[in-house]
Each structure stands twice: as C-alpha cells, then as structure tokens.
C-alpha cells in the first residue's frame, strides 16, 4: 500500500464518509485551503492510480468510491507507525502515549481487560 500524502488523505476521509462522490461533492467538504477544483480532480486521479479509488463514468463526469476501507487504511498505517517510530514495540507505543498523558490508567485497565478476555 502506497503511502499519502497530507491532502490525499484528507481526500480519502471525505470520501470513506461520502462513500460515493463527484469531485464537486467532495469540494464542498472541504472547509479550509480549498484547492481549485482541477487540483483536487488531479488529486483523485492520484489516488485512484495509488489504487484507493476507482470511479464510475457517467458521460464526462466521474463519481469516485474508495475501494481501500478505511479499516484497511488505518491497519496498514498503525502497523508503519509502530514499525518505523517504536521499533515494532506495542509496549513502546502505549509507553509513549501514557507519558504524553493521552491515555489514562483507566484506559489501560479497560485495555488489559480486552486482553484477558480474548486468552
């Protein structure tokens, strides 16, 4: 799976809501840095030849649909992040986040029990 970019991204989020779209569609979910619309119409193509998106031609126009999940997505994204940024360490990545104070010990406590209740 290709890595994106910042704004490709953002792109596939509206479009894993959207779920089907014509670029004008996904244009106006866009609130801030608007692109022109030949910009983000360049985007999608992107996308689409990363293999994320395919699209259905109805004359000229194309509404495009995401055919990577966003589940998929985020599996292959947490799985870099861990690899490249905790040395494939989970105890790593929970460390980090208990120290930054973004995860509780109740959370933990709550993930701990999903661990035992899957032994």
Same mark, same amino acid.
């Given at each position: 799976?290709?890595?994106?970019?910042?704004?490709? *991204?953002? +792109?596939?989020?509206?479009?894993?809501? @959207?779920?089907?779209?014509?670029?004008? /569609?996904?244009?106006?979910?866009?609130?801030? /840095?608007?692109?022109?619309? &030949?910009? @983000?119409?360049? =985007? +999608?193509?992107? @996308?689409?030849? !990363?293999?994320?998106?395919?699209?259905?031609?109805y004359?000229?126009?194309?509404?495009y649909?995401? +055919? +990577?999940?966003?589940? !998929?997505?985020?599996?292959?994204?947490?799985? &870099?992040? =861990?690899?490249?940024?905790?040395?494939?360490?989970?105890?790593?990545?929970?460390?980090?986040?208990?120290?930054?104070?973004?995860?509780?010990? *109740? *959370?933990?406590? *709550? =993930? @701990?029990?999903?661990?035992?209740?899957?032994?």
């Open positions: 799976m290709q890595k994106l970019t910042n704004k490709e *991204e953002e +792109i596939m989020h509206i479009l894993w809501k @959207l779920e089907k779209a014509f670029v004008k /569609d996904v244009m106006a979910e866009i609130t801030e /840095d608007q692109p022109h619309y &030949n910009t @983000l119409s360049t =985007i +999608i193509r992107n @996308l689409e030849e !990363k293999g994320y998106v395919s699209h259905q031609a004359g000229n126009t194309h509404q649909f995401p +055919i +990577i999940s966003k589940e !998929k997505y985020r599996k292959a994204f947490m799985n &870099n992040a =861990i690899e490249h940024y905790f040395n494939n360490s989970y105890k790593s990545m929970v460390s980090f986040f208990a120290e930054e104070e973004k995860i509780s010990a *109740e *959370e933990l406590r *709550e =993930i @701990l029990a999903i661990i035992e209740k899957k032994k």
